[in-house]
C-alpha cells in the first residue's frame, strides 16, 4: 500500500513533498531546524575581506539584511514544507554567498552546511542523490590528504596541544600518563587519517555505503564525545549527509504487534508517526513474537522491529537534532554528549540485537523449565 | 543538464583547492578543519595609537587574543588586508603577532613585513 501523496502540509512534523524523498526531505528539514535553533541568522556577515572581488562595494547593511531575511525565510518553507527544493536551493545560495563575502564568516561548517542545502536542492526527481554523497567523500578526502601531509599528524604533535593545552581532555590526559610519550596522540592522529581516508572509496563505491554511513556516524559522534562541542554547524551537517546513502521506503509499512504486550508502546508510536508511515495490525493469533515488522526483503522481530520502527520515523531525527541544538546554559559539553551516547546506545545495531537475544534466551529457558515440569 | 554541470563545477573547484592547498601556506576551500591550532596574541597601532582588545576586535573581527583552528596564514591574511584596504583611507598601522602553531615554538608576524618595500 503506497503513501497517500496528498498536498503538501503546513505542518512540520510531516515529510511529504512531491520533489524530494524523505530521505532528502528529513536532511534539510533537520538543518534548517537546526539552524533556526542555533540562531545562525545573527552571524550571517555584512561584505568583510571577500573572496570574490566587488562585492564588498554593495552597501553592507542592505546585503547583510537580505541575507538574513532570504535566510530566514527559506528556512521556514522547508520546515513548513513550502517549496522545500527551491527554499533549499536558495538557503544553500545564501549561506555560500555568505561565506564568499566575508573571510570573517568564512569556515569549513558553513561551506559544508550551504552545500548540503544547495545540492539537495539540485536534486533531480527518479535519481540517486550523488551531488551530496560526492560531496561528502570529497570532503572526507580533502580532510583525511591534508593530515596525511601534515608532519604534525603524523608525530601526534597536533593532538597532543589540541587534547591537553586546548581542551584539557581529562579521559585523555589520565590515559596519556600510563603510556609510552606521545603513542596515545600518534594512536589519535593516524587513527583519524586512516578513518577519513577509508571512509572515501566506501562512500564511492555502493556496496559499500552501509559501512560509509557507519563511519560518518561513529566519526563525528565520537568528535563530539571528545570535545563536547558540534563544531558550529560541522556535526550537523556531516551526519545528515548519511540520509542520502539511504532510500525510505515508499510503500507503508505493516507492524503486526502482540496487543496484550506493547498496547500502550502501539499507542505512543502511533501518535508519533505524522505522516502515517507504519500500519498498525494486531496479530490475530498468538506467535512467539510481540512485534514483528516488514521492510523490503528484511523482517525484523521484537526489539529490532522497535529500534526500525524508531529508526525509519523522520521526526526522530528531528527531534534528535533539536535536543542537541538546544543546549541549556549549564554544562553545555555534558549534556550534548549525553544526548549523542544515549542515541547511539539506544539506535545502534548491538543493543536490539542483545535485548532480542537475551529475550530468546529466557524465553527458551522458560519452555524447557516448563516441559522438564510436565 | 544544469543539475549535473553545477555540482560538477563546485567538484572540479574543490578538488584544485585541494591540489593548490599543497603550494601555499592558506587552506581556504580544501577542507582542511581543524587540522592546525594556533594561539596568538596580537597587538596592533594605528596612526600612533594602541588599540584596545574592543578597538583591535571592531577592526579586524577577531579577538586580539585567542585560537584559531586553522592554518595561521588565515589571521595574518585577514589583519594585512584588513590594513591593505585602510591605507588608501590614510591610516598607517603596525601589527605584530605573537603566535604558536600546535603548541611549538614562538613565532612572531609583523605588518608590515620587514622585508616589504611597497606599503609601510
Known amino acids: ?374 | 543538464m544544469l543539475r549535473t554541470l553545477i555540482p560538477i563545477s563546485f567538484f572540479v573547484f574543490q578538488l584544485g583547492s585541494i591540489i593548490y592547498a599543497r603550494f601555499v601556506p592558506t587552506r581556504y576551500f580544501c577542507w582542511a578543519p581543524y587540522d592546525t591550532q594556533t594561539d596568538y596574541t596580537a597587538s596592533a597601532t594605528v596612526n600612533g595609537k594602541k588599540l584596545t582588545a574592543a578597538e583591535f576586535r571592531r577592526r579586524y573581527r577577531r579577538p586580539a587574543r585567542g585560537f584559531d583552528n586553522r592554518s595561521p596564514q588565515h589571521l595574518f591574511d585577514m589583519l594585512e588586508q584588513a590594513e591593505q584596504k585602510r591605507f588608501d583611507l590614510g591610516d598607517r598601522a603596525t601589527i605584530v603577532v605573537k603566535y604558536r602553531v600546535n603548541g611549538k615554538e614562538p613565532r612572531e608576524w609583523r605588518w608590515p613585513h620587514p622585508d616589504l618595500h611597497g606599503i609601510r
Open chain 1, 1 to 374: 500500500m503506497a503513501l497517500a501523496s496528498s498536498r503538501p502540509s503546513w505542518n512540520p512534523l510531516k515529510f511529504r513533498d512531491p520533489e524530494l524523498p524523505t530521505e532528502l526531505l528529513i536532511l534539510v528539514k533537520v538543518l534548517a531546524l537546526v539552524v533556526l535553533l542555533v540562531n545562525h541568522v545573527r552571524i550571517l556577515p555584512d561584505p568583510w575581506l571577500p573572496f570574490v572581488p566587488g562585492i564588498d562595494r554593495l552597501p553592507p547593511v542592505l546585503f547583510q539584511r537580505t541575507l538574513q531575511t532570504v535566510f530566514v525565510i527559506s528556512a521556514l518553507a522547508i520546515l513548513f514544507n513550502r517549496r522545500v527544493r527551491l527554499a533549499s536551493l536558495v538557503l544553500g545560495a545564501t549561506m555560500l554567498l555568505g561565506v564568499v563575502s566575508s573571510k570573517a564568516y568564512y569556515g569549513n561548517n558553513k561551506t559544508f552546511c550551504g552545500l548540503m542545502f544547495f545540492l539537495t536542492g539540485l536534486y533531480a526527481p527518479g535519481r540517486k542523490p550523488w551531488p551530496v554523497q560526492w560531496q561528502l567523500g570529497i570532503t572526507y578526502f580533502g580532510a583525511g590528504l591534508n593530515k596525511l601531509l601534515d608532519a604534525d599528524w603524523h608525530s601526534g604533535v597536533f593532538f597532543q596541544n589540541w587534547a591537553v593545552h586546548r581542551l584539557h581532555q581529562p579521559w585523555y590526559i589520565a590515559l596519556d600518563s600510563v603510556l609510552p610519550p606521545m603513542l596515545l596522540a600518534r594512536l589519535m592522529c593516524w587513527g583519524t587519517i586512516v578513518t577519513e581516508l577509508a571512509v572515501v572509496p566506501a562512500i564511492f563505491i555502493q556496496s559499500l555505503n552501509y559501512w560509509a554511513v557507519c563511519a560518518n556516524i561513529l566519526f563525528q559522534s565520537g568528535l563530539l564525545l571528545f570535545t563536547g562541542t558540534t563544531f558550529t554547524l560541522f556535526f550537523y551537517s556531516m551526519t545528515a549527509a548519511s540520509l542520502a546513502f539511504v532510500s525510505w521506503p515508499k510503500e507503508r509499512i505493516t507492524v503486526l504487534y502482540n496487543a496484550g504486550v506493547v498496547d500502550r508502546i502501539a499507542k505512543v508510536l502511533r501518535f508519533c508517526d505524522a505522516d502515517g508511515r507504519f500500519h498498525w495490525i494486531p496479530y490475530s493469533e498468538p506467535t512467539g513474537d510481540w512485534l514483528h515488522l516488514t521492510t523490503g526483503d528484511r523482517a525484523y522481530t521484537n526489539f529490532r522491529a522497535l529500534r526500525m520502527i524508531v529508526l525509519l520515523n523522520p521526526l526522530t531525527y528531528l527531534a534528535i537534532a533539536a535536543l542537541i541544538a538546544v543546549v541549556p546554559e549549564f554544562s553545555a559539553a555534558a549534556y550534548r554528549r549525553t544526548v549523542v551516547a544515549l542515541c547511539l546506545f539506544f539506535l545502534m545495531p548491538p543493543l536490539a540485537s542483545l535485548a532480542d537475544w537475551l529475550l530468546g534466551r529466557r524465553q527458551a529457558a522458560a519452555v524447557q523449565s516448563r516441559s522438564l515440569t510436565a
